[in-house]
Nanobody
Framework: QVQLVESGGGSVQPGGSLRLSCASS????????MGWYRQVPGKQRELVAT???????NYADSVKGRFTISIDNAKYTVYLQMNSLSPEDTAVYYC?????????WGQGTQVTVSS
């Protein structure tokens, strides 16, 4: 059973920074891709950023240049450094692991950007 535990969410003022972490229990095969998605009420969940176990990254246009995703394969942990946050980044952020078409999700962590 794959388990994902997110941490690092919270409230921050516009222009501030947060770092999200997602620790996994492992139990999936390489290659795999870990990443972050976000969702606001009434909207579909959207991709924020993903990274493969080989290090290739993918970012949503809205976060390019502001967010950085990284991975520690030894710990099955993925990080999301979020800088220059704006109110539009307010959402529940979900960690995801995709491995051989199997999708695993964390419980979500709230990020609120407000003055």
């Amino acid at each position: 059973q794959v388990q994902l535990v997110e941490s690092g969410g919270g409230s921050v003022q516009p222009g501030g920074s947060l770092r999200l972490s997602c620790a996994s229990s492992g139990g999936f095969f390489t290659p795999y891709r870990m990443g972050w998605y976000r969702q606001v009420p009434g909207k579909q969940r959207e991709l924020v950023a993903t990274i493969s176990s080989l290090g290739s990254t993918n970012y949503a246009d809205s976060v390019k240049g502001r967010f950085t995703i990284s991975i520690d394969n030894a710990k099955y942990t993925v990080y999301l450094q979020m800088n220059s946050l704006s109110p539009e980044d307010t959402a529940v952020y979900y960690c995801n692991v995709n491995s051989y078409s199997n999708n695993y999700w964390g419980q979500g962590t709230q990020v609120t950007v407000s003055s």
